[in-house]
Structure formats: C-alpha cells, structure tokens
C-alpha cells in the first residue's frame, strides 16, 4: 500500500531547487515585536493554510501548477542575537540571489526587509523598495534601538536613499517619523509609484496589517482603517508590469487570530504575488 503524507511546503512548491526560478523561504524573526509578539510561527502557519486553496487564481487565469517553485523551509535563526539574525538571513539570500532565483520571503517580523534588500541590491543594482504598510516604520529608533521593526524602512533608506523607497497604504506614524519620511518623497501615490519604479528592478514588501483588522486580526500591530483584501489584490494588480525580482510578506501573528483567516489571506496574497510576478520568467 502507498502511504500518502501531508506536505509542510507551500501550496504546489515541490520542484527541486536547481530547477526552480521561485524559491520560498521562511525567516521566523520575531526579535524586536513590541506589541504582539508570535510572528515566529508565521511561516508555518501560512505553509499549513495554503493547502485550503486551489493552485489556480480565476483573476490571473494562472496555476501554480504550471510554475516550477521549491519551498526550502526555515532559515535556523538564533532568535536571542538579533545582529547574527540579520546577518544569517542577509547570507543566505545572497547565496539564493548567486543561484538567480526569485525570493519570496514569508516574515516574521519588518525586520527581515532590511537584510533581504541589502542582499537583493547587491544582485539587482538601481533597486527601488515598494512597501505596503500601515505603518510607516521610519522611525530613527524605537525603545533605544535602531535595529526594529518600527525603523526598517529608515535604514533602508538609508541604505539606498529615499528616492528609492515607495510607500502605499500608509496610515500610522509619529509626528516625527511621519515628517521625516515626506521630506525624503517616500510616501507617495499609485502614479508616482509606477512613474519612479517603471524599467527599474523593485523590491515588494508587504505587510499583513495593510489589511483591515476586521480582514487579518492576526498581525503584530492592527491598524483600524485599513483597505479591503479586493482592494490590496487591485493594488498588486496595478504594479503588474513591473520589473518585480523578489517580495516578502511579513508581521503575520497567528496566535492572535483562532480563526486563521490571517493566515489565509496571507497565503492567498503569496499565491497571487507569485503568479503576477513570476510566470512569464519560469513557465515549463
């Protein structure tokens, strides 16, 4: 008799990793969260809810089953050394980017923006960092620290100059960070967006708590006021013809939300991120 077992991968990400263009990694930092911490268990969590899907998406009349994608589990984090995090997940994502394969990232806290993109840029130079958020983490330094996930879009800025950040969706910051972030033109509109991004190689992240509460509960910070899963889906979907070569999904907090629909629709939101990116580069 043949015994069938339950894959912990994501949904149809079974293809070798030589073969595959798309490569899924999980990075369960979960160091500096401050409110609601767990994002730890958010890998696995999405892994587990995407087998409630199907593979194909009605909206992109795409499959997953006709990409070649590999799911490689979680990078080993020492969650009590937040620099020796960072720099585990900043090596292995040059390594993946030698290997030309397209990350896709499942956080974990903000955090591992910083270290992915400084691995991704080296790879991709004029790379340009669109982020949609609730939350404009661009703060010098939170609770003493500037290593946060309340500061990681500071210090990618940074690292590659405001004029290479887009931010969309964002509806949280302090006086301060809020005045910092509009004198480096980093928050901007859909238009500019792609007028800054068109022809440029572009970095996504997307953090869960975009979503309104009442759509994802289960995030690090809950932001009320947020837009609708339609809504992100139409957003992702007007950045379409873009020059994407990477993304990450983060601030998922699966302990805060029994009913998984979190973890569900960030799950989706992978599915549809990587069949609106990546097909055209790595179809059988």
């Keep these: 008799m043949d015994l069938q077992f339950n894959s912990r991968t994501f949904l149809a990400a079974d293809s070798p990793y030589a073969e595959s263009l798309a490569v899924i990694i999980g990075c369960p930092l979960d160091i500096t969260s401050s409110f609601r911490p767990g994002a730890?268990?958010?890998?696995?969590?999405?892994?587990?809810?995407?087998?409630?899907?199907?593979?194909?998406s009605p909206a992109l009349d795409r499959d997953l089953e006709d990409l070649k994608?590999?799911?490689?589990?979680?990078?080993?984090?020492?969650?009590?050394?937040?620099?020796?995090?960072?720099?585990?997940?900043?090596?292995?994502?040059?390594?993946?980017m030698a290997d030309d394969k397209f990350p896709v990232l499942l956080g974990g806290e903000h955090l591992i923006s910083l270290p992915?993109?400084?691995?991704?840029?080296?790879?991709?130079?004029?790379?340009?960092?669109?982020?949609?958020?609730?939350?404009?983490?661009?703060?010098?330094?939170?609770?003493?620290?500037?290593?946060?996930?309340?500061t990681v879009m500071?210090?990618?800025?940074?690292?590659?100059?405001?004029?290479?950040?887009?931010?969309?969706?964002?509806?949280?910051?302090?006086?301060?960070?809020?005045?910092?972030a509009r004198s480096k033109g980093v928050i901007l509109d859909r238009e500019e967006t792609l007028r800054r991004t068109a022809g440029r190689p572009v970095?996504?992240?997307?953090?869960?708590d975009?979503?309104?509460?009442?759509?994802?509960?289960?995030?690090?910070?809950?932001?009320?006021?947020?837009?609708?899963?339609?809504?992100?889906v139409s957003l992702i979907s007007s950045l379409g013809l873009l020059q994407v070569v990477g993304f990450d999904i983060v601030e998922l907090s699966p302990l805060y939300d029994?009913?998984?629909?979190?973890?569900?629709a960030a799950?989706?939101?992978?599915?549809?991120?990587?069949l609106q990116f990546c097909p055209s580069k790595n179809q059988p």
């Design 203 to 208: 970095y996504l992240s997307l953090d869960l």
């Design 40 to 56: 730890r268990f958010a890998p696995q969590a999405v892994r587990d809810c995407s087998w409630g899907l199907e593979t194909y």
């Design 258 to 264: 029994p009913t998984q629909q979190s973890a569900m």
């Design 154 to 180: 500071r210090r990618i800025a940074d690292l590659l100059g405001g004029d290479n950040i887009c931010q969309l969706g964002i509806r949280s910051g302090t006086r301060e960070e809020m005045r910092a």
């Design 116 to 150: 992915a993109v400084t691995a991704v840029a080296k790879h991709h130079p004029h790379l340009v960092v669109i982020q949609l958020d609730a939350h404009a983490d661009f703060r010098q330094e939170y609770l003493g620290d500037v290593l946060s996930h309340a």
């Design 69 to 96: 994608i590999c799911d490689v589990g979680d990078i080993s984090l020492p969650q009590g050394d937040l620099e020796g995090a960072l720099e585990t997940i900043q090596n292995y994502l040059t390594t993946v």
């Design 267 to 274: 799950a989706k939101l992978i599915r549809e991120l990587i």
């Design 210 to 232: 975009i979503l309104d509460p009442g759509v994802a509960p289960g995030v690090g910070v809950p932001e009320p006021g947020g837009l609708s899963f339609g809504e992100v």
